[in-house]
């Protein structure tokens, strides 16, 4: 037998989780190591991107969670990374002056996030590339994340970027957002 045929295989626990300020709903694993490690990279993200924006100026982002697998280098080169796996997600801040306006958006934003997530899992389900379980014990790390005690992910980064950007509102382009979200 090899090695991972011996490890013992329980099913994963997953849980609901409900957005606070928009109306989403989505599962994940339930396992508070994985919640927390990706929770602080969004985090961090969320910051970011809220941080100093200046009167005048949009901020817009980019967050990608990234799978990968580490490819080992003979020395005196470093190991290398295939990503064979990438979903993005764009992000524009944007003040909403009412109410009603927060209220629509937020809907929008509901309706966009389970559009992505029901497009990830049909995506998912094809599996057009999957790394191979190593056959020897040394090489899972090239493959898995190691570093949780109950679950043994795919190798992930998660990735993003920021830009700031003056605010070119001008009334076509008000009127044009108004009509393409009604």
């Not at 910051?47 to 100093?52: A, K, M, Q």
């Not at 958006?105 to 966009?112: F, H, K, L, S, Y």
């Amino acid at each position: 037998k090899q090695w991972y045929q011996r490890r013992v295989r329980g099913s994963l626990g997953v849980c609901d989780n409900d957005c606070n300020k928009i109306d989403f709903t989505y599962c994940s694993v339930n396992n508070l190591e994985l919640a927390a490690d990706l929770d602080k990279h969004v985090s961090q993200f969320h910051s970011e991107l809220r941080g100093s924006v200046n009167a005048g100026q949009t901020r817009n982002g980019t967050i990608a969670l990234e799978f990968f697998e580490k490819k080992k280098a003979r020395w005196p080169f470093a190991a290398e990374f295939f990503t064979w796996e990438s979903w993005e997600v764009r992000v524009e801040l944007v003040s909403a002056t009412s109410t009603p306006e927060q209220q629509r958006r937020q809907e929008v934003i509901g309706t966009e996030l389970a559009e992505k997530v029901f497009y990830i899992t049909q995506m998912i389900n094809k599996s057009d590339y999957l790394p191979k379980t190593p056959d020897i014990p040394n090489d899972i790390g090239n493959v898995y994340h190691t570093k949780y005690t109950d679950i043994h992910p795919f190798l992930f980064r998660v990735r993003y970027s920021l830009t700031t950007k003056p605010d070119t509102q001008t009334v076509g382009k008000s009127v044009r957002k108004l009509l393409d979200y009604t």
